[in-house]
Structures are given as structure tokens and as C-alpha cells.
């Protein structure tokens, strides 16, 4: 378990999470994609934490989840309204910020 | 100046400066009245009158010394301050003096008498600006001591002269006759100058006092002849002012003018200019010149003569007449009695005058002015009538009056020198009593015609089966001003008192101005003009002639005239008529000028205009049409190259926009993906 | 066992647990039935918490799988359920698109591996871990503002979400709060 490869996994799950928040057309896909960017955040903080034994470092990862919790929730809730006035979740039809 | 200066310096110095302002006074008053001469309403000609009357003043006040022949003079270097020749002034002797007097006394004369005549003129103070005007022209004529002066003081007397003869130029005729006139004298004043410039290049030298100089060095020289072309060219410009054959034809036409301008200007003056000019370049004049002078006199003495027996109109009668006594007193040069010529010119101006302004009298009162139109005025107007006999009998000769005296003098010249000259001069006079008395009988005596303000028979008069003198087709132009005084077919009236006063005044030179010249007062004019020839006392033969022709042509006119009987014997009937005919169309010199002159030169005009029209306007015309060609392609280049240009750059602004603006789609997923490309695209370049 | 056992196992461990994890990750970007994709990332989650436990993280392990797949994942498919009739299209991305996305997020891994492979990364002996007592110490001395402002934002996060998901309803009854 090298810092290395962990590094790694975490990178490849973030790049993941990137393809997925740019190819998912639907706009909780493009939630589920965040949180994987989320936990790969929160994995990269633990194990900087755990190898210097930082606490700072364990309790930003516990912010991480918090806060990946408010803006799921926040999210989910934006997506409601959004499905009840547009009628839809697909974040294609949703482009009123066109220039 | 000198410290000490003598007495007689001194006077002469102060008399001197006189001499500018006897000419300046007028001229003033000629600016002021140009100016501002409509506000000044009313007042407007006294200022003019008291401009020449001050102007007479002086001259009177320098009288003493010219009379004791002294030569006053004012001189100023005007083109170099080294030569001499170019040295112009003003020089008063004893013939510029005699000169002056007329102009003024008479002027101011006239003057007076047109503020009654162009009451009510619309333009009436700038006559008054232009007879002022005329008048510093003409006494800087009489003045000026150098030719050139004369010339630009000869010019502008034309310059007024048509001036006024055109005043009334809403009428169609008076511009043409002013036109006629100017022009007219222009050819005249061609010869004058070019007699100007001859004498220059060979003499060099212009003034008037070195003329006995000149001819003296020319002649020795051996350039007699040049004299002679010199001098002819110098008469030349005085036919043309006086009013001699061939240049005579503006004189008549320039009746159209107001009464009082034809008196100033057609009688007394301005057609007298010519004569004093002969008379102050006589000592240029050769024998041969003279003789040229001779001839033209006579000959337009005596055919004015018979036109003026045969005029219908007043004052046609009298411009003919005016001729004649001009052409008499360039006989009188021709026969060098100078000093005659110039009395006759003095006296002829007061009678001539006179009866000019009789005529304006009668026609303001009547609105005619044709001879069928008038008659038995004397009634009705005592004062004009009796004024107009007394000058129509001095210049018939009465004996004893002015005029008898002047033209005696001028026959007893003729008569000692050139017989055939004196009768032919014998028979002249008798016309010219003829006509006169003709048209003081047909216009005064007689039955009361009905006055018109309009026109007169236009030959509805001319009278197959008798060659009377009934009116003959003149023209029928009143030259009254335009404007009436009550209906017309009202009763003739005797004139206001401004206009009867001068005209008494004239009348009093009329009957004794002649005695200045006459033996009983010891020949005072003669003495003014420097001549000693003058007769000791009355010549008896003499005046029995006289009495005869004013007999004889006084009973023609009675008889012919008035009573319009023909007293012609049946076979001579038609040469009369002939004779008759020829006179009353003026011996057609105006339709031969028109034919052989007038036409032929309107021709060229015409060509020449309609040359300019095609060539030239075409030539410029093209030109800016290839300006206007020029203009269409660079307006095409402007509109497709530069314009697109322009144009261009911003299409592609709007293309590069329209380009950017798909970047926002709205879509936060591209976004998100050009961000991406960003990090990657710089984490590379920097990782180079 | 010994040590070398220990790490054996750990490495055999860790190499499982990062493969369930790329395959889950992989599953949830890529399947298109929205419920399996979601599923999947509940596997990505657990299979982090693991991770946690490996890295003796073990509070945060439990918090992981308490908070985020006992309440989000749920939380998440209860959304899918409620909108999944709402789902018209299949969710699966162009050609086109795709290709781009994939070519942009891999010319971002190729980076970010890079970075990491050409860092030399120290070496840790590290024995001491961290317990959930120093980071309760942690929360309420050195982190006490962090943490208040995470409550307020919980608070906010509720108005929020109680809001938006019921505007329409109050905008049409009118009700108040």
C-alpha cells in the first residue's frame, strides 16, 4: 500500500468521476459522479493523514462527507423542483444559461 | 516756402488753393448726396445748388486776376518728381475762366430750376447727385492743364452724360439713347486718345502751357505732318462730344433724358467740352486740320438746319438746332477766330439754355410735346412765352441782343476771309430763324389745342398733296416726366416760381450777355481770351444783313410755318416733297450706322456667342463631365473595395462572435469540459 | 503472523478493494440504468470505507457507511424513484461526446499520473494512529469553527432543501412556512 498507488486509484476514480459528471445526461448521474470525485478527495486526505498521523487531516475528510451529505441533499432537492417545473431531469433540455 | 514771401506771391498762393475747391465743392456734394441723399428728403438739391453756387463764388473771386492776364495754377507732381511732363494741376486763363462762368452761372441755373422740374421723382435726390457730379467733371475739365487730366475729366463728363440721360431708365428708349450716346462718344474719344498717345511718343510732354513749344519744335524738326494727324485725331474726339456729322446721331436720341439735363449738358456744356478742347489745343492745329474742321462744321451746320425746319417734337427741334450752332462755332475755329467761336459758345449757352428750359416748362404744364399737340400758350403762360421769344430772337440775331453779336462776330470772320463760307453761313442763319420762330409761333400762337398726356400723331399728319411742314413721323417718346398732373385734356399752366425765376435769369444773359463782347464795352472778352484782334466798332453792313435774314427767315416761318402754306410753284412740288422727306427722315443716318455698323457687328457678336456657347462651354462642360466620371468610379471603388473592407472587418468580428457564442451552449457539462482541457492543456505547456 | 504476512494480506487486501472500487466507479459512470449505476456507487462507497479501515481510519469508516450509504445512497435512490418516469431518453451519452470526455479525463489522468509517479514520495514509518478521540479534541478546540459552521449549514442545507422542494405546493395553496 504505497502512497503511490493509492494516489493512483484515487486519481483514476476521480477522472472517472470527471467523464462521468461531462458524458451523464441525467442530472442525478451527474450527482452520483460528484460524489465519486467526493470520495476520492476524502480517500486522498486519510491517507496523508494516516501516514503523518494528522488529525487535521481526518477531520477535513469527516467535513468532506458532511458536506458531500448538504449538497446531495441540496441537490436532490434542486433536482425535484426542477423535474416538477421543467419536466424533466435531463440536464440536456436544460440550457438557459445558452449565450 | 520761402521766408519772404512777396505780397503778390502771397495773393497768388492764396488765390491759388481757389482752384481746388471750385471742382471739389460739387464732388462733395455728389458723395454726400449719393450717400445719404434719400434722408435728406427736401434739402437734398440745395445742397447742390450751394455747392455750385459756391463754385461760382470762387470763380467770380478769382476773376481779377485772370482778368489782368494773370494765368492762376495749382500744380502737383503726380507720376515722377523728376519729369516734369508728369506734373498735373489745374490752370485758370482767361479761356478756362470764360468756361467756368458758363458752367456754373448756368448750373446753378439749371439746378434750381429742376428742384420745381423733378418734384416728386422717385430718385430725385441722386439726380441732383449726378448733376453734381457732372459739374466737378466738367470744371475740372475746363481746368485741367495737362491732357491726360482733360481725357479722365472728358470721360467722366460722358459717364454722367449717360447717367442722366438714362435717369428714367424704366423707359426702354432713355437706356438705349444712353446707351447710344456713351457709346457714341466713345468712338470719338478713341481718335482723342490716340492723338493723346501720338503726341506723347513724340513729344513726350503734355501740358497745355508748353503747346506753342511743341508745334514750334515739331515743325522745325520737319514733323509738320505728324501736327496735323495729331490735331485731326484731337478734332476727332470733338466730333464726337459736339455732336458733329458722321457722330452726331446720339444728340437727338439723348432728348429722352429730363428737359433740365438736356439744357445743362446738351446745350450749354457738356457738348461745348469739344469746343473748348479745339480751342485749348488750337496751337496744335495746322491749315490743313482746320480746313478738316471747316468742312465738318459747315456741313453739319447747315443739315441740321434743314432736319430741325422740318421736327415736330420740341426738344427734337432743339437738339437739331443745338447741332447746327455747334457746327457754326467749329466753322468759326475752322476760320481761326478762335475768340469768336468761344463768344458764341458763351452766348449760346444762356439762349439754348433757356429754351430748353422753356420747352420743360411747356411740356410739365401741357404733357406733350408735339408741335400738333400745342399752340396758344402764350396766355396761358406769359412768363415762359415771353422768355422763350427773347431767347429765340437772340439767337436769330436781333441786333443788339447776344446773340447778334456772336454770330456777327463769326461772319464778319467769314466774310473777310472765305467768301463762299459767308453766304453759305448767310444762308444757315436765315434757317435758323426759320425754325426757331417757327416753333415759337406753332407753340405759343395760334388756336388752344386739346392737351394728351399720351402720344402724338404717329404721321397720321403726313399729308399726300402738300409738303408742308405738318408733322412728319418723328418719334413720339415724351420726355416729360413720368408721372401726371391731373386728368388728361387738363388746361396748361404757367410753372411754379423756382421754375420761372432761373429761367428770367438766363433770360437777362440771353439779351445782354452779348455785350461783353461788343465794341460799346470795349470788347472786354476779347481782351479776357488774349486776343487783340477785335473790332473797334459796329460793322453797318453787317447789320443790315442780319436784319434781313431775321426778316426773311422770321416772314418763312410766319407764312410756311404757321400759316402752313406752300409756297412752292407747282412743278418744283415734288422735288420739295423729296427734299422734304429727306430731311424729316435725318438724311437716314441712323438706318445706314444700323445697316452698315450696327448690324454686321451683332452678327459677329452673335457668332462669337454662339462660339463660346459650343466651344467653350463644351470645353468646360467636358472637362467637369470627366470630373464627374472620376468622381463615379471612385465613388464604385469606395463603395465595393473600401466600404467591404470595412465591412468586412466586421463581418468577421461578427463571425468570431457568432463563433464564441456556441462556447455557451448552456450546457454546465461543457463547460465543466473546456475547463478540463484548460488544466490538462496548461499542466502540459508548463510541464514544458 | 508476522510482519510480512501482515503486509501480504494488506497488499492482497488493498489490491481487491481498489479493484472493486475502479470497477464500481467504472459501473457508475458508464451503466445507463440509473438504479445500477446507483447501486454501484453504494459498492464505490463501501468499497472506500475499506480503504478507510486499511489506512486505520476506522471512525471514519463507520461514519462513511453510516452517513453516506445509509442516508445518501438512500437518499439517492429514493430521487431516482421519484423521478425515474421523468427519465425519456437513455442515458447514454454521444459518440462523439464521449469520446471527448474520455480523451479530456484521460489526458488528465495521463497528467495527474505523471505528477505522482515523478514526486518522490517520502517514506512513512508512521505507528501512531489517529483515534476518534483526538479528532472529537480536534472538533471542539482547534476546529470549533469549522464545526459550528458545519451545523449552520446543516440548518441552511434543511430551510434549503424544505424550500425547494416545497415551492410549487406553497406558491399554489398559498400556505405560509
Known sequence: MSTQAVLLITSAVFCLGIYGILVRRNAIGVLLSIELILNAAAVNFVLFGSARANVHAHAFALFIIALAACEAVV???????????????????INLLKG | MHADVSHAEAVRLLVNTRLFWIPLLPLIAFVILILIGRRLGSLAPWLSVAALASAAGLTFSIAKPVFDGVTLSQRWDWLSTTNPAWSIGFAVDGLSWLMLFVVTVIGTMIQLYSIGYMHGDKRFSRFFAYLSLFCASMLGLVMADHFLLLFMCWELVGVCSYLLISFWFEKPAAAAAGRKAFLTTRVGDVGLLLGIFLLYTLVGDLRFLHLDIIRASLIESGKGGYLTLISALIFFGAVGKSAQIPLHVWLPDAMEGPTSVSALIHAATMVAAGVYLVARSFALFTPDSLQIVLVLGLVTHLLAATVALTMTDIKRVLAYSTLSQLGLMMVAMGLEARTAAMFHLYAHAFFKALMFLGAGSVIHAAHTQELGELGGLLKRMPWTGGLFLAAALSMCGLPFLSGFWSKDAILLAARESEPVVYWLLVLGATMTCCYVLRLWFRCFLGPEAQASAAHGGHGKHKSAHHASMVGAPSRADTSSPPRSHGAPGSVAHESPAIMVGPMAVLGIGALIAGLAGSPWMGNPLYHLLGDHHAHEHLDIPLLFMTAGILAVGGGLAWVVGFKRRNLLPEPLRPIGRLAYNLAAHKYYFDELYAFAIIRPFLSLTRSLSIFDGRVVDGAVNGAGRIGWF???WEERFDRTIVDGIVN???????ALGGAGRRLQTGYIQQYLLVVIIAAVTLSVLVQL | MGMAQTDIIRTVAFGLISALVLVSA????????????ALSLGLVLVGVACLFLLMAAEFLAFVQILVYVGAILTMVIFAIMLTGKLQTTVDAPSRS??????AASGALFAILAAAILGFPWPISNQTEVVTPAAIGQQMVTTLVLPFEVISLVFVAVMIGAMVLAAGRERAKKGRVG
Open chain 1, 75 to 93: 441537490a436532490l432537492a434542486i433536482i425535484l423542483a426542477l423535474s416538477r417545473s421543467a419536466n424533466t431531469v435531463s440536464v440536456d433540455r
Open chain 2, 630 to 632: 472620376l468622381g463615379q
Open chain 2, 648 to 654: 468586412g472587418m466586421g463581418a468577421v468580428a461578427q
Open chain 3, 26 to 37: 467504472f459501473w457508475v459512470v458508464t451503466l445507463t440504468n440509473l438504479f445500477r449505476a
Open chain 3, 97 to 102: 461526446c464521449g469520446l471527448l470526455a474520455a
